[in-house]
């Protein structure tokens, strides 16, 4: 019985013993064997965990990357945001610029229509100066042709002392006619200046009188005072119209109606200015012109002739 009983001892501690012998239900081996069904749990939960671990790393190592992208592209970012205020800065700088340059245009191109209208005026004042002192000149000649008929008569008909004392008296004569003359001369009155007014209507009567060089030339002289500004802009650019210069009607028509948008002449302006631009080409602008001239002013003459352009 004892040796049975040992016997059986010896087989159960061999039983348990095997498997460390073998390694059978070893976790720790590569390829583990002999697992009981929680030892096959415990090692699929021990890979799982292994697996999520390094997932865990590749996870980590990724955001790292992706924070390091992060931060170039946000550098990337900040550095086109910089440039982008730059490029604004510089385009505000070139707007203001650009602004002065047509500010100054504007300035230059009235500075060049008073001077026009000085020199105009100018080279008027000197033609009439012309005038008179040929007038005075011719006045002179005449009476030296006089003189020189009275010595001729003298040297002719007298005796050489009778000659002498003739020739005293015809030149005394002759010198009091020539203080005449001077007097007259001297007291011609210089051509009184006209007012801005005086030019402006005489400048209607000339455009009336389709005199429209003359008529323009007094306009200018008026928008160069600064009198009734958008009547002489319309009133020029009527001028400039019916002697076929289109561009300069339109420039003179758009100055008019920015200054007045309601003038009593804006549909014979509007529809001049429609017609100016058909005749230099610019046919798809005149249209807008015609229409609204048809529907502004509608039954007038002006919109009818409107409508025959928009029938060609």
Same mark, same amino acid.
């Given at each position: !019985?004892?040796?049975? =009983?040992?016997?059986?001892?010896? /087989?159960? +501690?061999?039983?348990?013993?095997? &498997?460390?012998? *073998?390694?059978?239900?070893?976790?720790?081996?590569?390829? @583990?064997?002999?697992?009981?069904?929680?030892?096959?749990?415990? +090692?699929?939960?021990?890979?799982?965990? #292994? =697996?999520?671990?390094?997932?865990?790393?590749?996870?980590?190592?990724?955001?790292?990357?992706?924070?390091?992208?992060?931060?170039?592209?946000?550098?990337?970012?900040?550095? /086109?945001?910089?440039?982008?205020? $730059?490029?604004?800065?510089?385009?505000?700088?070139?707007?203001? #610029?650009?602004?002065?340059?047509?500010?100054?245009?504007?300035?230059?191109?009235?500075?060049?229509?008073?001077?026009?209208?000085?020199?105009?005026?100018?080279?008027?004042?000197? #033609?009439?100066?012309?005038?008179?002192? !040929?007038?005075? *000149?011719? =006045?002179?000649?005449?009476?030296? !042709?006089?003189?020189?008929?009275?010595?001729? $008569?003298?040297?002719?008909?007298?005796? &050489?002392?009778?000659?002498?004392?003739?020739?005293?008296?015809?030149?005394? =004569?002759?010198?009091?006619?020539?203080?005449?003359? +001077?007097?007259?001369?001297?007291?011609? @009155?210089?051509? &009184?200046?006209?007012?801005?007014?005086?030019?402006?209507?005489?400048?209607?009567?000339?455009?009336?009188? $389709?005199?429209?060089?003359?008529?323009?030339?007094?306009?200018?002289?008026?928008?160069?005072? $600064?009198?009734? @500004?958008?009547?002489?802009?319309?009133?020029?650019?009527?001028?400039?119209?019916? +002697?076929?210069?289109?561009?300069?009607?339109?420039?003179?028509?758009?100055?008019?109606? %920015?200054?007045?948008?309601?003038?009593?002449?804006?549909?014979?302006?509007?529809?001049?200015?429609?017609?100016?631009?058909? #005749?230099?080409?610019?046919?798809? %602008?005149?249209?807008?012109?015609?229409?609204?001239?048809?529907?502004?002013? %509608?039954?007038?003459?002006?919109?009818?002739?409107?409508?025959?352009?928009?029938?060609?």
């Amino acid at each position: !019985m004892k040796k049975y =009983t040992l016997s059986l001892i010896l /087989l159960v +501690l061999w039983a348990h013993a095997e &498997p460390s012998a *073998f390694s059978a239900g070893d976790l720790s081996q590569e390829n @583990p064997y002999g697992l009981t069904k929680n030892e096959e749990l415990l +090692l699929q939960n021990i890979q799982t965990v #292994k =697996t999520l671990k390094r997932d865990k790393n590749t996870l980590y190592s990724e955001a790292e990357m992706l924070k390091n992208d992060l931060d170039g592209l946000r550098s990337v970012v900040d550095g /086109l945001n910089a440039q982008q205020q $730059k490029h604004q800065k510089e385009y505000l700088e070139l707007y203001a #610029k650009f602004s002065d340059m047509v500010e100054e245009q504007k300035k230059v191109q009235q500075l060049n229509r008073t001077l026009e209208s000085n020199v105009t005026l100018l080279l008027r004042t000197i #033609k009439d100066t012309a005038d008179v002192q !040929m007038q005075n *000149f011719q =006045t002179l000649q005449s009476t030296i !042709m006089l003189l020189d008929g009275t010595i001729t $008569k003298i040297e002719t008909h007298y005796t &050489p002392l009778k000659r002498v004392e003739a020739l005293e008296q015809e030149l005394a =004569t002759l010198k009091k006619e020539l203080l005449g003359e +001077l007097k007259k001369i001297n007291a011609t @009155p210089a051509k &009184p200046a006209l007012s801005i007014a005086q030019i402006y209507e005489n400048a209607v009567t000339a455009l009336e009188k $389709k005199a429209y060089d003359d008529a323009i030339e007094g306009f200018n002289q008026a928008i160069a005072s $600064k009198y009734k @500004p958008a009547a002489s802009h319309y009133y020029a650019g009527e001028a400039y119209y019916h +002697l076929e210069n289109y561009l300069q009607a339109i420039a003179y028509f758009k100055e008019s109606y %920015a200054l007045h948008k309601n003038g009593s002449w804006n549909k014979t302006l509007l529809l001049h200015t429609a017609i100016s631009l058909y #005749k230099t080409g610019n046919k798809s %602008a005149a249209e807008g012109f015609f229409k609204r001239v048809i529907e502004e002013y %509608a039954g007038s003459a002006e919109a009818k002739e409107a409508q025959k352009y928009l029938s060609k």
